[in-house]
Structure formats: C-alpha cells, structure tokens
C-alpha cells in the first residue's frame, strides 16, 4: 500500500501547477485524501480534502477559490490543481490517505495529521519572480 506525490516544481507568482496523489495497493476512492504542505520552519498544514466515494471537498481558508482538489478514480488518482499561487505557497506537499471516516466527521477534523495512516512522499513546490 503505497501513495507516491508529484508535480511539484517552481513556478512564477500567478502560476499554476496540479500535483497527482497516485495509490498502489488500494482504491483511493473509498478513502479520504487530504494534502497537507510543509513549509521551512513551519508546522504541517492541511490544505485540502476530498472525502471518500466522491463526497464533499474541504480547504484551508488561505487557499479557497485558488485550489481544487478531484479524482480520477479510474485512475486511482486525486489531484490538487493549484492556480494564483503565491510565494506563501512554497512548501513541501505531501497526500495522505484516511479511511473509515465520514465527511460529517471530516468536516471539522481533516487537518489533523495524526488521523492519516498513509502518507505519500513529499513533492516541492517553490513559486518566486
């Protein structure tokens, strides 16, 4: 069961970028999928979360109406489309998988990082002029 991240890269303000969550090993649509972003000196942070069986999409306030996070489940795949990035957007991002909770559940707590039992490798993201 693995969950492997890419797409990062460096990007000018404005710019847009779409990282892919691909699983192995297990559906990814019977799981919620968050992104979660680390910048230097920072504390991880959840940035989105689609939850399971296609149910509903949270986000971070600093990054609604910018972000948008959707499967391809045919190819067990989620992706956070990032567009009008920002510098404050430089971070590691890394998906994570949870299963058994529900989106009632998940509405409140999806940034937590301690409820993700499977967490993807970081890919970077840098956006500077």
């Known amino acids: 069961v693995q969950l492997q991240a890419s797409g990062g890269g460096s990007v000018q303000p404005g710019g847009s970028l779409r990282l892919s969550c691909e699983g192995s090993g297990f559906t990814l649509l019977y799981y919620a999928v968050s992104w979660f972003r680390q910048a230097p000196g920072k504390e991880r942070e959840g940035v989105a979360c689609?939850?399971?069986?296609?149910?509903?999409?949270y986000y971070a306030d600093s990054v609604k109406g910018r972000f948008t996070v959707y499967r391809d489940s045919d190819k067990n795949v989620v992706y956070l489309q990032m567009n009008g990035l920002e510098p404050d957007d430089t971070a590691v991002y890394y998906c994570a998988a949870n299963y058994g909770k529900g989106h009632v559940e998940l509405s409140k707590s999806w940034p937590l990082v301690g409820q993700y039992g499977y967490w993807g490798q970081g890919t970077q993201v840098t956006v500077s002029s």
């Open positions: 689609i939850t399971s069986s296609d149910g509903p999409a």
